[in-house]
């Protein structure tokens, strides 16, 4: 049985929904989605508009770092709003977020250097990189982890319409009126985003709980953290993999790691409490959505490339044939959301989604040169497994955790699934680094790469089946660890078939 304390930890149905109204949690939900699409579309819109920036503050040599250091920024932070979301609520913590994000917006577009337009960027990545797990942690305050599903899946649309819009948006305004305006049209967007999570999350329920904010745990987890980073987006393309600074970099990491480790069983309050990162349910769901969103965005980056060099597209083709991949994520979202709120065995979409998955990826694997439109059509069923693993995952953690350790443990699986994604990246990177000698930057250098390719008689399409072996493997792991993750009943209403008893809910991990 469970001690009133416990009980009194664990979200109840009742509680989360006499506070709110549909009406409450529709303008709340608007509220979000409108930040969750100013948060993706800015990771993809000044993709296309690089080449114009260059040219007018006249510095190319340091342009990717207008992307990396979003990037960046934004997965560093992620943990640290959760912990703050915690402490002093999700609304005042989510218009900080907005906050600064705007500001980093106004610096970008007023930027005269490059070096400005850096700083800005990464002062909108520590604004936008809240945004993300605030929004799925205020979700969860709004409504029951059986309903959650449903709206994970809205949240998946919209990044699929900030992906889909962002690079083309992005080079309209470079080309036709000035690259400013793609950081200027986020303030008045940023502001009614704002107004409305100040004027309908005062409504929110609050689970106040007394918590001390970690500040040397937190410390030690970004540095170490922005140093691996920084390795993984330079091992390879800036500096060879073993080349003294990646393995200084790599070794510093690995260092400030070991010591936080060592911190979390000493500190007090840790920033990532013991009890959370212990919960076998946060381990297998931070796994499985980590190792599916890497699987995901290595094809995403790469794909380009193959499509250009095996089947001679044009970029513009190239990029019309991703998306599939990308698309497809929402339908399986919405069945996962479906099963969710149906289903007493709801990992059975997860499951299924994760096999298809890895069935598509492994066809790609026996045949890398397929024709175009077999490679389209697994790409359509990766996308659409891998969109059933993502609310599955998410629900299952923010279930099986206190209700005042949500936002901490929404925001740790965040950091960590944006960490499995880089490291994704530059796994499939190096595997291309050895087939052909370099990793071209996306959107440059394909046309000599394929002269180079022809000439030394290198088969592309060999090359790219250990990409797809890499995420195949990615893959695997995600579909193990959905097998792993005990499912936990969720709280919610009843459902068609008989409800599960009281006694069955589950209790927080010790």
Same mark, same amino acid.
């Given at each position: 049985?469970?001690?009133?304390?416990?009980?009194?930890?664990?979200?109840?149905?009742? $509680?989360?929904?006499?506070?709110?109204?549909?009406?409450?949690?529709?303008?709340?939900?608007?509220?979000?989605?409108?930040?969750?699409?100013l948060s993706a579309v800015?990771?993809?819109?000044?993709?296309?508009?690089?080449?114009?920036?260059?040219?007018?503050?006249?510095?190319?040599?340091?342009? @990717?770092?207008?992307?990396?250091?979003?990037?960046?920024?934004?997965?560093?932070?992620?943990?640290?709003?959760?912990?703050?979301?915690?402490?002093?609520?999700?609304? @005042?913590?989510?218009?900080?977020?907005?906050?600064?994000?705007?500001?980093?917006?106004?610096?970008?577009?007023?930027?005269?250097?490059?070096?400005?337009?850096?700083?800005?960027?990464?002062?909108?990545?520590?604004?936008?990189?809240?945004?993300?797990?605030?929004?799925?942690?205020?979700?969860?305050?709004?409504?029951?982890?059986?309903?959650?599903?449903?709206?994970?899946?809205?949240?998946?649309? #919209?990044?699929?319409?900030?992906?889909?819009?962002?690079?083309?948006?992005?080079?309209?305004?470079?080309?036709?009126?000035?690259?400013?305006?793609?950081?200027?049209?986020?303030?008045?967007?940023?502001?009614?985003?704002?107004?409305?999570?100040?004027?309908?999350?005062?409504?929110?329920?609050?689970?106040?709980?007394?918590?001390?904010?970690?500040?040397?745990?937190?410390?030690?987890?970004?540095?170490?953290?922005?140093?691996?980073?920084?390795?993984?987006?330079?091992?390879?393309?800036?500096?060879?993999?073993?080349?003294?600074t990646i393995l200084g970099?790599?070794?510093? @990491?690995?260092?400030?790691?070991?010591?936080?480790?060592?911190?979390?069983?000493?500190? #007090? %309050?840790?920033?990532?409490?013991?009890?959370?990162?212990?919960?076998?349910?946060?381990?297998?769901?931070?796994?499985?959505?980590?190792?599916?969103?890497?699987?995901?965005l290595g094809l995403t980056?790469?794909?380009?490339?193959?499509?250009?060099?095996?089947?001679?597209?044009?970029?513009? %083709?190239?990029?019309?044939?991703?998306?599939?991949?990308?698309?497809?994520?929402?339908?399986?979202?919405?069945?996962?959301?479906?099963?969710?709120?149906?289903?007493?065995?709801?990992?059975? #979409?997860?499951?299924?989604?994760?096999?298809?998955?890895?069935?598509?990826?492994?066809?790609?694997?026996?045949?890398?040169?397929?024709?175009?439109?077999?490679?389209?059509?697994?790409?359509?069923?990766?996308?659409?497994?891998?969109?059933?693993?993502?609310?599955?995952?998410?629900?299952?953690?923010?279930?099986?955790?206190?209700?005042?350790?949500?936002?901490?443990?929404?925001?740790?699986?965040?950091?960590?699934?944006?960490?499995?994604?880089?490291?994704?990246?530059?796994?499939?990177?190096?595997?291309?680094?050895?087939?052909?000698?370099?990793?071209?930057?996306?959107?440059?250098?394909?046309?000599?790469?394929?002269?180079?390719?022809?000439?030394?008689?290198?088969?592309?399409?060999?090359?790219?089946?250990?990409?797809?072996?890499?995420?195949?493997?990615?893959?695997?792991?995600?579909?193990?660890?959905?097998?792993?993750? $005990? %499912?936990?009943?969720?709280?919610?209403?009843?459902?068609?078939?008989?409800?599960?008893?009281?006694?069955?809910?589950?209790?927080?991990? %010790?």
């Amino acid at each position: 049985m469970l001690s009133r304390e416990q009980k009194g930890a664990l979200p109840q149905p009742s $509680e989360l929904h006499q506070a709110l109204s549909k009406a409450d949690v529709r303008n709340i939900f608007f509220g979000l989605m409108l930040g969750m699409f100013l948060s993706a579309v800015n990771q993809t819109i000044v993709a296309t508009a690089l080449p114009t920036i260059g040219r007018d503050l006249g510095n190319v040599e340091s342009l @990717s770092w207008v992307i990396i250091s979003y990037l960046l920024a934004s997965t560093l932070v992620s943990p640290l709003y959760g912990k703050l979301s915690d402490i002093y609520g999700r609304r @005042s913590t989510m218009l900080v977020a907005l906050g600064l994000f705007i500001a980093g917006s106004v610096v970008s577009a007023a930027a005269p250097n490059i070096g400005i337009l850096i700083a800005g960027r990464t002062l909108q990545g520590i604004g936008g990189g809240g945004i993300v797990p605030l929004t799925q942690t205020t979700i969860a305050d709004m409504v029951t982890p059986r309903e959650r599903g449903r709206y994970q899946a809205y949240i998946g649309s #919209s990044w699929i319409v900030a992906g889909t819009t962002g690079p083309v948006l992005g080079g309209i305004l470079a080309e036709h009126l000035h690259w400013s305006l793609i950081f200027w049209i986020n303030v008045p967007l940023g502001l009614a985003a704002a107004l409305l999570a100040s004027r309908a999350m005062k409504r929110l329920p609050r689970h106040d709980r007394r918590h001390q904010l970690d500040i040397i745990g937190a410390a030690m987890m970004i540095v170490a953290a922005t140093l691996f980073l920084i390795a993984l987006t330079s091992g390879g393309t800036r500096y060879p993999w073993t080349s003294p600074t990646i393995l200084g970099l790599v070794g510093m @990491s690995l260092m400030l790691t070991t010591a936080f480790a060592w911190w979390l069983k000493r500190a #007090s %309050e840790p920033f990532l409490p013991l009890d959370v990162m212990r919960n076998p349910v946060m381990l297998a769901g931070t796994a499985a959505t980590s190792c599916t969103m890497g699987a995901v965005l290595g094809l995403t980056v790469y794909m380009p490339l193959y499509f250009q060099v095996t089947h001679k597209l044009s970029a513009t %083709e190239a990029g019309f044939a991703l998306i599939p991949i990308v698309v497809m994520t929402t339908p399986g979202s919405m069945l996962s959301g479906r099963c969710m709120m149906y289903l007493r065995r709801y990992k059975v #979409s997860a499951v299924a989604g994760a096999i298809i998955a890895i069935m598509s990826a492994s066809a790609l694997v026996l045949w890398p040169a397929m024709p175009l439109s077999g490679v389209v059509a697994a790409l359509t069923f990766i996308g659409f497994g891998a969109g059933t693993i993502y609310p599955t995952s998410t629900v299952s953690i923010q279930n099986a955790v206190a209700r005042h350790q949500v936002g901490t443990a929404t925001g740790a699986m965040n950091f960590f699934r944006a960490l499995a994604s880089t490291l994704a990246v530059a796994i499939m990177g190096a595997i291309l680094l050895s087939g052909l000698g370099a990793v071209p930057e996306r959107g440059t250098g394909v046309e000599l790469l394929v002269a180079a390719a022809s000439q030394a008689g290198i088969d592309m399409a060999a090359v790219f089946r250990w990409v797809f072996v890499a995420s195949d493997i990615f893959l695997g792991l995600a579909l193990i660890a959905i097998l792993l993750m $005990e %499912e936990r009943p969720l709280h919610g209403p009843a459902r068609v078939t008989s409800p599960a008893p009281a006694q069955a809910s589950p209790a927080p991990a %010790e």
